[in-house]
């Protein structure tokens, strides 16, 4: 998987109109006098918002802010920092510097919001993770019943959680910002409409409902019923092949890397299919996200993948994963004589079920 979870307010517009910039007033023990302290957007991390000194203890930093945003708050001592998602605000910050996570920031409604956020998703993300890694941890063996039902419950609840913030913060730009660092987790865009219409016209419009939009607009590339986007990468024998060349049959394009384990336990289930449907005018063509041949190579052989394989060897920039707007591997999409797509995302038994539903398993 590239990436499941990274390691890992509410400002009513009359205030914003009226606070035209923030401040911040920090009194963290254990800082040396005449220490720089800066505050950086972590949008734009060279982008130095704000910079001040310690003074008999005591820091100030002021500045503007576009819009409510996640902040870093640097300190010089031993790379020290904290998080802030803040706007212009009046804020104070109080606590010691060895324990940042311990930091006790008033005056922001919107970093209360993304206290709140942090206090729901972090377990769950942080469970989700170890349940996956569990999952995973050998290759081309299933992981066992119990897992994967613990592994659906905590991904149902996780679900759930969003649903209920959504909901209940809408006006808040922490709510966008956690449909941004969860989108990965669901694939149909009609949810992710759903979701994204909830949010209040404002943060729709903010930096985080853009990113949701222009991710809507990706995720609608590749659907059931759309065209398949044509391609060429080479072989393992450095030919070019195109999906053209594959009219006239049912082909199931395959995203996956030789470093990814899900795709790994999943190769098992693309033979099987393979085997079992080759001879009625389906196959399959892998595109690997490796960068390594070497790699690429052994991969194939190890899980005795019988199929054409392509790759331009540039990982996450693979050229044909770009079009179809990969952000996460395994994913199919299968396409049907005429190169439309009839299928996606089809795993381990659904992948056969749908090719006995249109090929005949007789």
């Known amino acids: 998987m590239k990436k499941l979870i990274a390691g890992l307010f509410l400002i009513p517009g009359a205030v914003m109109a009226q606070q035209k910039g923030f401040v911040i007033t920090g009194t963290v023990t254990g800082l040396a006098e005449k220490s720089k302290v800066s505050l950086v957007d972590m949008n734009k991390p060279t982008d130095t918002v704000a910079r001040g000194v310690v003074n008999k203890g005591t820091f100030v930093l002021k500045g503007t802010i576009a819009e409510p945003n996640l902040h ?48 729901i998703f972090n377990p769950l993300f942080q469970k989700l993770t170890a349940l996956n890694q569990q999952m995973y941890a050998t290759p081309n063996q299933q992981p066992n019943d119990s897992l994967v039902a613990l592994s659906k419950t905590t991904f149902d609840a996780t679900v759930a959680a969003i649903e209920k913030f959504v909901a209940e913060k809408k006006a808040s730009p922490v709510a966008p910002f956690l449909l941004v660092v969860t989108r990965e987790l669901e694939q149909d865009p009609v949810i992710l409409e759903k979701r994204f219409a909830k949010l209040s016209p404002a943060n729709q419009q903010g930096f985080y409902g853009k990113m949701l939009e222009e991710g809507l607009a990706a995720s609608k590339v590749g659907t059931i019923g759309s065209e398949a986007i044509e391609f060429t990468q080479n072989d393992t024998t450095g030919t070019p092949v195109s999906l053209n060349s594959f009219r ?30 080759k001879d009625k005018n389906f196959t399959v063509l892998g595109v690997s996200l490796d960068k390594s041949r070497e790699s690429w190579i052994q991969a194939i052989k190890d899980d005795g993948l019988a199929w054409t394989q392509v790759s331009d060897l540039q990982s996450w920039n693979n050229a044909a994963a770009r079009k179809y707007k990969i952000e996460s591997i395994p994913q199919n999409f299968l396409v049907d004589p005429s190169g439309k797509i009839v299928g996606k995302n089809l795993r381990g038994q659904d992948l056969e079920a749908k090719l006995c539903e249109l090929l005949g398993c007789k």
């Open 248 to 277: 006239g049959k049912y082909v199931l394009i395959d995203f996956w890397a030789s470093w990814c384990k899900p795709c790994r336990m999943e190769n098992p289930n693309v033979v099987t299919a393979f085997k079992k449907f």
């Open 72 to 119: 870093q708050l640097n300190f010089d001592v031993a790379g020290k920092k904290s998080i802030l998602f803040i706007g212009n605000e009046n804020i104070t910050v109080k606590g010691n510097i060895e324990n940042v996570k311990d930091f006790v920031v008033k005056g922001s409604a919107v970093n209360n919001d993304f206290n709140e956020f942090q206090k």
